[in-house]
């Protein structure tokens, strides 16, 4: 390796080394809690597809260049050397990885792998190593925030398109538009995915409850934060706050996207506006009784699957099963559920990056979870958990739909 | 020659492992305080009700661990509960803590019990070590703390399984313990003769040079879990201010 490039990665691991990294470098026991914590591990059990193996990957670093130990013996805790094929074994151990966080729920010290994860992907941007689809995306999403005006109108026309089909599903108010874009003091900004699948649903149901709300520009997707680049995770995020700013909206709600929520929520700091997910507004106009849903319109066993990013490591737990208590009476949980769900094996950019082969193998646990429970229906609130699932049912032959909540709301929607 | 050398474990090792873990650990913990903070939450939910409640129960009672290995658990649970039972009776071998008297008992509660605790917990880890996939995840610091750890255990233990089970006993009273520890503390070192004159003084200088050098290479080692884990649980209950979720 260059000693440039060598220098380079040293720099950008030491970047990333807050208290609470240090602390989660420096604390392993090794106890082996975690080990079938894995969603991956559980399916192929090969000691690289657990939490500690991949943490202890970066330790290793951590003790060869920062730690007094791996400076006076190196061989004692295995300290490794920065090189090329350290860089080749980051990138396995990076992109087995999809971030679930369930190994933390297990580790007794709570150490959180895709936090020392983030090293790891940081260090093959500044190799060049990252999967460049990825950055790719990052990038036009970032070129995306600096639309001219002629690419806006274009946007409002694609939306303008979309009239007919949530008239479908709802009917339209008096003088409103049905999917209103620039709307000055909103009361909700959504932030959408590129594709109808992820408007059409929301602004039914939003029109039913009578909402006064505001199509983003922007789509929610946050390719920076699956590639771990965190100036481009900010500077996507970005774009939506200063739209919302702009518009003067009380609150961002974002699409069914678990990744994007988590950014916008969890990561961007103190906000001037409430931001929640899609999933919440739902339950919140539910409870509030603005919209009401037909009771089994939908037939079939129902199922939810909770996405990582969305409910043990966004908050949404309880939402999608007050809606669902409202409308079917024959939902079926998943077991485990809820914080020990298992992941679908999708995430951390693992559905953008393709690699279906091993997504496939490596929720094999996932899909012997789905069959068990038998449902007609999976459904979920994520568009990565969504894209896996429906590859998942059609890899193992399982006799399930995959649907999206808010696509079962509106469906759902009653006068 | 050979009392040179216990003397040296004895008194000036003493003071250099003492030196290196205070120093080690202020370091180690002044260097972690002052990386910058965690900006944004590392909880995972449902949010606990009371974190700070929640993050005790996580470092104290393991409960995830007590689920998913159990027996690991039970013996975990053991090995902690008796060194903070070691730690009791080392303090008393400087000095009576009458607090300590409200219920009268011998020093070094236990009758050796405590020790055997933790023999048997140190060898359970050490062989749990050699069983797949465990040896896997294992790197040499492992086997070098566990068999340091048990090198020092085994030599303290000795002394105190002897007193209690032979009739000859182990000649060296808690009283001489308490001049020598004292002494120590007192910055006035010294062997006293009925360590120096006992024939057991080589365990004693053994038990004295494991200590050191497990007390040397603590604040380099994974044993700092001992001062992370408390705020590790909290970043993962969300009970450390500034690494909370916005409202």
């Not at chain 1, 506006?273 to 919209?291: D, N």
Request: with cysteine; aromatic share 10%.
């Amino acid at each position: 390796m260059e000693p440039a490039v060598h220098h380079e990665l040293l720099t950008r691991f030491d970047s990333r080394l807050n208290s609470a990294m240090r602390m989660y470098l420096d604390t392993c026991a090794r106890c082996g809690v975690c080990i079938q914590s894995c969603h991956v591990y559980a399916s192929m059990p090969e000691l690289k597809y657990t939490a500690v193996h991949r943490a202890e990957v970066i330790r290793r670093l951590f003790k060869r260049y920062f730690k007094t130990q791996g400076r006076l013996w190196p061989s004692l805790g295995d300290s490794a050397e920065l090189t090329d094929d350290m860089v080749d074994t980051i990138y396995q151990t990076a992109y087995s990885c999809t971030g679930c966080r369930r190994c933390m729920v297990h580790c007794p010290f709570g150490i959180d792998t895709q936090m020392i994860m983030s090293i790891a992907k940081l260090l093959l941007i500044a190799a060049g190593r990252e999967p460049k689809v990825l950055s790719m995306l990052a990038d036009m999403s970032i070129q995306k925030g600096k639309s001219t005006p002629e690419t806006r109108a274009n946007f409002a026309k694609a939306v303008e398109q979309l009239r007919d089909e949530v008239l479908i599903r709802w009917r339209e108010a008096h003088g409103e538009k049905v999917v209103p874009l620039d709307m000055q003091d909103a009361n909700i900004l959504y932030v959408a995915l590129a594709g109808k699948h992820s408007i059409v649903p929301a602004a039914a149901i939003m029109n039913a409850a009578g909402e006064k709300w505001s199509l983003s520009y922007y789509e929610a997707v946050n390719f920076g934060a699956f590639v771990g680049n965190p100036e481009k995770t900010r500077m996507i995020a970005q774009r939506i706050i200063d739209e919302a700013v702009r518009l003067k909206v009380r609150e961002v709600s974002i699409c069914e996207c678990g990744t994007a929520y988590r950014v916008m929520r969890h990561m961007m700091g103190a906000l001037p506006f409430r931001v929640t997910s899609f999933t919440e507004v739902i339950a919140r106009y539910l409870r509030e009784g603005r919209i009401a849903l037909a009771r089994n319109r939908i037939k079939g066993r129902i199922t939810y699957h909770d996405p990582c990013q969305l409910g043990r490591n966004g908050g949404v737990i309880e939402e999608p099963r007050y809606i669902f208590s409202r409308m079917t009476d024959d939902f079926v949980e998943l077991q485990p559920n809820r914080t020990e769900n298992w992941c679908c094996g999708g995430g951390g950019g693992l559905v953008a990056v393709g690699e279906k082969d091993f997504r496939m193998r490596s929720a094999r646990v996932k899909a012997d979870q789905i069959r068990a429970a038998a449902p007609d229906i999976v459904s979920t609130a994520c568009e990565n958990c969504h894209s896996q699932l429906t590859d998942l049912v059609g890899h193992y032959q399982i006799n399930a739909s995959v649907r999206f909540l808010s696509d079962m709301v509106a469906e759902s929607l009653q006068a | 020659m050979q009392d040179r050398i216990y003397y040296f474990a004895m008194v000036p090792m003493v003071y250099a492992a003492l030196a290196v873990l205070l120093f080690g650990i202020i370091g180690r913990t002044i260097r972690t305080v002052l990386a910058p903070r965690q900006q944004t939450t590392l909880q995972i939910f449902p949010a606990p009700r009371h974190p700070w409640l929640r993050a005790l129960a996580d470092t104290f009672l393991l409960p995830t661990v007590r689920t998913i290995r159990p027996v690991l658990w039970v013996f975990t649970m053991l090995f902690h509960g008796a060194l903070v039972l070691l730690v009791i009776g080392h303090l008393e071998l400087i000095g009576e803590i009458r607090a300590l008297q409200i219920i009268p008992h011998q020093v070094f509660l236990g009758g050796g019990l405590v020790g055997l605790v933790l023999t048997v917990a140190l060898f359970l880890f050490l062989f749990t070590r050699f069983k797949t996939p465990y040896r896997e995840i294992s790197v040499p610091e492992d086997y070098f703390l566990l068999l340091l750890l048990l090198l020092t255990v085994l030599s303290g233990s000795h002394m105190s399984w002897a007193k209690y089970l032979s009739p000859a006993g182990f000649d060296i009273a808690v009283p001489t313990y308490r001049e020598y520890l004292s002494g120590l503390l007192a910055l006035k070192p010294a062997v006293p003769m009925g360590i120096e004159a006992s024939p057991h003084y080589v365990l004693v200088a053994l038990h004295v040079f494991f200590a050191n050098c497990f007390l040397m290479f603590l604040p380099f080692s994974k044993i700092m879990h001992t001062f992370f884990a408390l705020p590790l649980n909290l970043l993962r209950r969300g009970g450390l201010h500034g690494a909370r979720s916005t409202p």
